[in-house]
């Protein structure tokens, strides 16, 4: 990326477009440490300045060639932000086109194109992200996330899972994940299921929406929960703890006689169960 300044007839920095590229390969993002007048030795995503008459895929895949070589596709935008930096010896406004895209050959690793721009680039989870992050970085953290919730049902018991995470570590959850751009609830609901167990699902329904601010190991947190309820595809499935860093395994627990500790957003699926008021109706109506 090279730095550029438009000064307007008053002397202050017209406002800049840039194109941020959230670049994904498996579960984890691809991030540099920078060597800039901005943000100098913090982590940040690739990006640069939008060309004149360029789209903003264009833009994106130019810079991830230019700064490190990488071929991308399914560029797709995510959402846009307004960054003003006052404290910066020239204050400056950047408006940030936030895409996400993946690679367009999984074996291709990074190369440090523009050693003066960046130290080097590598894979970090999105968990574990390394420290300090470039403010615009940053505070994308402090946004609220979406998280999809399934309460897969199997005759009167539901499924449950003991976390093995940095957010509610050895607490019992249902299976879910984030929302992911483009997907619907449903669609969502059965990767997550798919992905954390192998099992299919099916008549998948959208029980409630919670909003969840709450703090765990001195970090606060802000989920919104889509909570959802489906059933096996095949009754005769059983979970598999496929992903074991992440889970230590998954079982069925009635309803009245679930365990603990549960996971804090779930503390109430007790009250979610009766006050819905569709677990019993629900239960009769597809025997």
């Not at 050959?105 to 574990?128: I, K, L, T, V």
Request: with cysteine.
């Amino acid at each position: 990326m090279v730095e550029q300044t438009l000064n307007m007839p008053n002397g202050i920095a017209a406002p800049r477009v840039v194109v941020v590229v959230c670049l994904l390969k498996g579960k984890k993002v691809l991030l540099g440490r920078r060597r800039s007048s901005i943000g100098d030795s913090k982590f940040s995503l690739p990006s640069g300045h939008l060309e004149f008459g360029e789209s903003f895929e264009e833009c994106a895949a130019r810079e991830l060639k230019e700064e490190t070589d990488l071929d991308i596709k399914n560029i797709e935008l995510l959402t846009v932000t307004n960054h003003v930096f006052l404290e910066e010896a020239k204050p400056c406004q950047y408006v940030a086109i936030v895409t996400r895209a993946v690679l367009a050959d999984e074996d291709q690793e990074p190369q440090n194109m523009e050693p003066n721009m960046c130290d080097g680039w590598d894979w970090y989870e999105w968990d574990n992200l390394p420290k300090p992050l470039f403010w615009p970085l940053e505070k994308a953290g402090a946004v609220p996330k979406v998280a999809v919730v399934v309460s897969l049902l199997k005759g009167k018991t539901v499924m449950l899972g003991r976390r093995r995470s940095s957010l509610g570590d050895s607490t019992f959850s249902f299976p879910g994940g984030h929302l992911e751009f483009g997907e619907s609830f449903g669609e969502c609901a059965a990767r997550e299921v798919k992905e954390e167990t192998g099992l299919d699902i099916e008549k998948i329904e959208v029980l409630k929406v919670t909003n969840n601010i709450f703090e765990d190991k001195g970090k606060l947190y802000h989920y919104v929960g889509i909570y959802v309820r489906a059933m096996l595809a095949s009754p005769d499935q059983e979970p598999e703890n496929v992903e074991p860093d992440m889970c230590d395994g998954w079982g069925w627990y009635e309803w009245d006689n679930l365990p603990k500790p549960l996971f804090r957003p779930l503390q109430n699926a007790g009250k979610l169960h009766s006050s819905l008021s569709g677990f019993e109706v629900y239960y009769n109506i597809i025997q």
